[in-house]
């Protein structure tokens, strides 16, 4: 297993084969992490991160009806000549910021069998070393350094790193659960126990895994012997909880900053408002918009007409 002081992650892998089904019928023809949260698609925002936390390389794990996420990682050459002769140099410093971001390789998952075998499927490109896994459809804010204390965590002490997010008790059947043990570092603790989407009363904790992850090579071997669990789909949660019942060592680290799941509607909602009234170019006029908006709500209960 990776030791102490080992070699630190330079990869990302971001798996982007899932169907989408709650953000149906959108989902239909446009892949959900490409939908726009105000106007980048919440995938440049998870590139971004990767980027910011020194993983230029990505590769991104695909699979049907997902070509436009190829497209938008393409560079644009009609699109940039054509701003180049407007004199636009504001959209296009965004188009090229968009591709330049950083290196982005693709590779298919043939049918969406779940999250641990979509990140199977990033062996090759990844090797024999530490790497970052991040959920296409999973927004952290720029201003929160979840994924940089991950991998300092992992650079410390080998082994697999989760993120954790407490999300209450009854909430938590919709999530990887884990049991723990607190650590003398603050914030990290030792997972003694996974399970994915535990009945409530059976979970271990309320605390769940979010979409960052820092694994070691070794969860390959593991993914390539787990046999389908939940949903009848191959469980990244269960490959995790083999290496903990092997004596590997995993931690997390619980997040308590802002996080969006944009593949679900009410959440990518709240993370449109929330991104678009912080920006200084749309935040004064939006903001203004919302507080007249909220005081002609009507009561919960009461008619809208
Ligand atoms: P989700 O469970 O959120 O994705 O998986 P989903 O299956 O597309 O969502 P719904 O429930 O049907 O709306 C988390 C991440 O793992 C990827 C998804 O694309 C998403 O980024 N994933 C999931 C894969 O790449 N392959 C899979 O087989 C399953």
Redesign the pocket.
């Known amino acids: 297993m990776t030791s102490q002081g080992a070699r630190p992650a330079r990869k990302a892998v971001i798996?982007?084969?899932?169907?989408?089904?709650?953000?149906l019928p959108a989902t239909k023809a446009v892949p959900?992490?490409l939908l726009p949260v105000v106007d980048r698609p919440a995938l440049q925002y998870i590139v971004e991160e990767a980027a910011r936390a020194g993983l230029p390389e990505v590769l991104m794990?695909t699979?049907r009806n997902k070509a436009a996420i190829e497209d938008f990682f393409d560079s644009t050459p009609e699109l940039e000549t054509a701003l180049e002769k407007k004199g636009d140099a504001a959209r296009l410093d965004a188009v090229r910021a968009s591709t330049d971001v950083a290196q982005v390789h693709f590779v298919r998952?043939g049918e969406?069998?779940?999250?641990g075998?979509?990140v199977l499927q990033a062996a090759a490109f990844v090797g024999d070393e530490p790497f970052a896994v991040l959920?296409?459809?999973?927004l952290i804010d720029a201003r929160d350094h979840l994924l940089e204390q991950m991998l300092e965590v992992q650079a410390e002490h080998g082994g697999c790193v989760v993120a954790l997010l407490d999300v209450g008790r009854e909430n938590i059947d919709k999530y990887g659960a884990v049991a723990i043990e607190e650590d003398t570092q603050e914030g990290v603790v030792t997972i003694t126990g996974l399970v994915e989407k535990p009945p409530v009363d059976e979970a271990p904790s309320s605390l769940a895994i979010i979409?960052r992850y820092v694994l070691a090579p070794e969860i390959f071997e593991v993914l390539r012997g787990t046999a389908p669990g939940r949903g009848g789909?191959i469980q990244l949660t269960d490959a995790l909880a083999t290496l903990v019942e092997r004596g590997e060592p995993v931690h997390g680290v619980v997040f308590g900053g802002r996080r969006y799941d944009t593949?679900d509607k009410l959440d990518y909602l709240k993370a449109v408002v929330r991104l678009a009234a912080e920006r200084e170019d749309l935040g004064p006029a939006l903001r203004s918009w919302l507080r007249e908006f909220v005081t002609e709500l009507p009561a919960e209960g009461a008619s809208s007409s």
């Open positions: 798996p982007v084969a899932g169907m989408g089904t709650r953000f959900k992490e794990v699979g998952q969406a069998k779940g999250l075998h979509a959920l296409g459809d999973d979409g789909e593949g």
